[in-house]
């Protein structure tokens, strides 16, 4: 009897155990376990579990099971909490899972909450409808294709701990009108703001100084983009990196730069002058091809860049015609600036869409490059001194080549930069040992000459002043004094 008793008080122990088992709030979710829980508009919102401390009845999770969005395909609206509870147990959100918020098309806002430190891949993916979605500070990480396919998102800002901006996150994300990246990124990957900006009347594009790479394709199509700085530290450009940027008037290369790959500006078709820093040595094919009003370019190496088909109607070199390895596909006319003594150099390149023909109709001018002093274009002109100058970095007269001969003391100038040929028809004064002066009219290409009666050599001083502005910039002067013997032939 008093074995059966003992019997049947096990048995009742063991039911009891069990019961509790099942009691609400007994049991602990177990690491990669999903659960729903509602936000504060009553939207239902999967998680997934990361971590768990038993210890302390916390732990952290992620939106979003990782495979499948985390909420109703209907959803307009999605407040996403600080902290969850599940069973007891106090999560942290801490990820937008991979997919938490993809495809869901009729999603137009989502607030996210300062512990979230990962947006995973696809996590806001082809929410077409989605106009805003803060990111918040704390974000370290951006997966690839995180907002491809925002269509109506229009603003963005990218936290300042985050260090890459990975595959195609940003791609086709029409409606942005400003973009900043921060400091803080060293590598742009390939397609990761393509499109950007497809439906603005103008967008805004700031790259960070410490990126050290852009990838192929990056800023593709950015058709409403007007202007691009590309900062020092940039040392590699992808291919076709800013190609169909119709709209891209001004670009400012990277001096970190030794090549320009293969169709990087293509088609950018409102671009009409450029500089080539003189780290290039290389450029791509195609690299400016269709660019329509590009007809001015300065390139700062006294060598001339290896180029194949770079610049003009896209034609495409044919390997199997026998023809030097530089040469271009230029506009009928236009103006090369390059490094007084290199002249020959730039002119003796070859236009593809000729035959290799020399550049007959393009205007090669010099110009005097810093810190380098001023070097005679020929054997037999004037011997100079180093110059002691102030040079603006574009935009003001300069006086290069003098020379001496029979009494005649001859100079050439030109207006600096990029952006001479719409100097065209200027006036600039030149003043010669700080008395003669001489008022000269600039040619189509923003250059002249003149010359001043001298008796014997002997030093020679001149100054240059602007004395119209076509561009209705405010004056800038420039004094070159050139402290040396001017020799006589």
Known sequence: MLRRKRHMLFLAAAAALVVLAFLPGAAKAAQGETFTSDDVNGVAITYKVLTEDASSNTGTVQVGNGTNAAVDINIRKVTVPEKVTYNGVEYDVVTIGRMGFSSRNALESVEMPDGVIIIGENAFHYCDKLVSADIPSGVTSIGK?????????????????????????????WALTELIIPDSVVSIGDSAFAQV???????????????????????????????IIIPDSVTTLGASAFNGCVS?????????????????????????????????????????????????ITFMNSDPPAVNSSFGDGSVSNPAVAGPPEYFVFKDVGTIHCPVGSEAKYAALRDFDDN????????IRAFVPEPEPAQASAADSVAQAPIKKEIPERDAPAIYGVEYANGVISYKVFV???????????????????????????????????SFAAAAPGEAHFSALLMTQPMARS??????????????R
């Open 248 to 296: 891209l008037e001004s670009a400012v290369l990277s001096s970190g730069l030794t090549s320009i790959p293969d169709y990087a500006f293509y088609g950018c078709a409102a671009i009409e002058s450029l500089v080539i820093p003189s780290g290039v040595t290389s450029i791509g094919v195609q690299a400016f091809a269709a660019c329509a009003e590009l007809v001015d």
């Open 145 to 173: 294709f995180a907002f491809s396919g925002c269509y109506s998102l229009e603003s963005v800002v990218i936290p300042a701990g985050v260090t890459e901006i990975p595959e195609a996150a940003f791609t086709a994300c």
């Open 475 to 488: 004056n800038r002067v420039l004094m070159i004094t050139a402290a040396g013997e001017v020799v006589g």
């Open 197 to 227: 900006g497809l439906k603005s009347a103008k967008t805004s594009i700031t790259i960070g100084s410490k990126v050290k790479s852009i990838g192929e394709y990056a800023f593709l199509e950015c058709r409403s983009l007007t202007e």
């Open 416 to 450: 600096t930069g990029a952006n001479s040929r719409k100097y065209a028809g200027a006036a600039v004064r030149v003043t010669f040992n700080g008395a003669n002066t001489q008022d000269i009219t600039l040619d189509e290409t923003g250059a002249g000459s003149g």
């Open 356 to 363: 290799w023909e020399p550049l007959e109709n393009w205007h």
